[in-house]
């Protein structure tokens, strides 16, 4: 028989004198010991974690084998339970399973708690207002942010971005540590992004304080001449996973370097799907594959500006220039003439 002590002994059912625990090792003696912590940083809800010894798990297996026991009356289940029961007195806060603000580690071989704070993610749009920033950070491709003679020592390619304009703010309410920028999607560098803006989740890194006045962060986002925000939101991780696996429709404005004639506009709105190859352009950082993609509408916006509405991961500039050859067919070839997009606005994504 096994040497069990008293919580083991009821757990498991058995009958018997309480003995030190050859199973547990006197863990739920020491529990009150373990919850002796504190915990600084806000948070509404929790949920906790149980690291076992991989040799009581070994013992515990061979025991529940041997007695045929169901795997309902686990060590680590029974200390979960108990152990949630206790962090909601100690904190008086709810348990949270699926978006825990923090998860509590009890990390019971080391005998510590080890507090996992969890991103906080703000959802919401965004406009671009100017040409010439990207959407996020984007370190030096030659010395990947160190800072070197390339990137006049700033470690950057770009001034600022967007990522960084929007971000700042949310650093400084939330005392964050860092935070990425989730986009549906983005636009080129030179172009603006306008009308209802683009979706976005921000996940700020390690956050002190959870409780932001979102109005207040809107208002001081947007004094910047560059960016703006709307519709700022408490968000979640599904979102960011939901931003990036879903394909917007989009709407553009390109401003031609020819003008277009009524003519041309009846060719034009003859093509419904192109071939694109990757773009030269962006050869360096993409896959070289082929795309079929389709354009929705074409409408004059008037004598040099194209508004178009097609599918996701169409690249709208070499639709128009036709790429030597990589996008076909083109605006380009469809009119016989040599166009170049000299200017390209987003004016809608089709999410909502
Ligand atoms: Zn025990
Ligand atoms: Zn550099």
Redesign the pocket.
């Known amino acids: 028989m096994y040497r069990l002590c008293r919580s083991c002994l009821k757990r498991l059912g058995l009958e018997g004198e309480p003995q030190k625990c050859e199973l547990c090792g006197g863990i739920f003696e020491k529990i009150d010991e373990l919850l002796d912590f504190s915990y600084d940083k806000e948070f509404f809800n929790f949920n906790i974690g149980v690291k076992l010894d991989q040799k009581i798990l070994d013992k515990e297996r061979k025991i529940m084998e041997t007695l045929n026991l169901s795997e309902e009356k686990s060590l680590k289940r029974e200390l979960l339970s108990i152990l949630r029961k206790k962090l909601k007195e100690k904190f008086n806060r709810p348990v949270e399973l699926k978006d825990p603000d923090v998860t509590f580690l009890f990390d019971l071989e080391r005998f510590k708690v080890i507090p996992q704070n969890n991103p906080l993610y703000i959802k919401g749009r965004y406009n671009k207002l100017v040409r010439g920033i990207p959407q996020t950070k984007w370190?030096?491709?030659?010395?990947?942010?160190?800072?070197?003679?390339?990137?006049?020592?700033?470690?950057?390619?770009y001034e600022t971005s967007v990522e960084e304009i929007i971000g700042k703010v949310f650093l400084k309410y939330t005392k964050g540590e860092d935070e990425k920028f989730h986009g549906a999607g983005r636009e080129d560098i030179d172009a603006r992004m306008l009308g209802d803006g683009r979706p976005f989740v921000i996940e700020i890194i390690d956050p002190k304080i959870r409780t932001l006045d979102l109005k207040k962060i809107e208002e001081e986002i947007n004094r910047d001449e560059r960016v703006k925000v709307r519709e700022l939101e408490y968000s979640n991780n599904r979102e960011v996973i939901r931003l990036k696996n879903e394909k917007f429709k989009k709407t553009y404005l390109a401003y031609l370097n020819q003008e277009i004639s009524d003519e041309d506009l009846k060719r034009i709105r003859e093509i419904t799907e192109i071939r694109q190859r990757t773009p030269e352009r962006v050869r360096h950082r993409r896959a070289d594959r082929v795309r079929i993609r389709k354009i929705y509408k074409v409408e004059k916006e008037n004598s040099n500006c194209l508004k178009i509405c097609c599918e996701s991961g169409l690249y709208v500039k070499e639709l128009i220039t036709g790429d030597n050859g990589r996008t076909v067919p083109s605006i380009s070839s469809v009119v016989q003439k040599d166009l170049k997009c000299i200017a390209l606005d987003v004016i809608k994504i089709h999410d909502r």
């Open positions: 370190y030096c491709r030659k010395c990947k942010g160190k800072g070197c003679p390339y990137c006049n020592f700033k470690g950057k390619m």
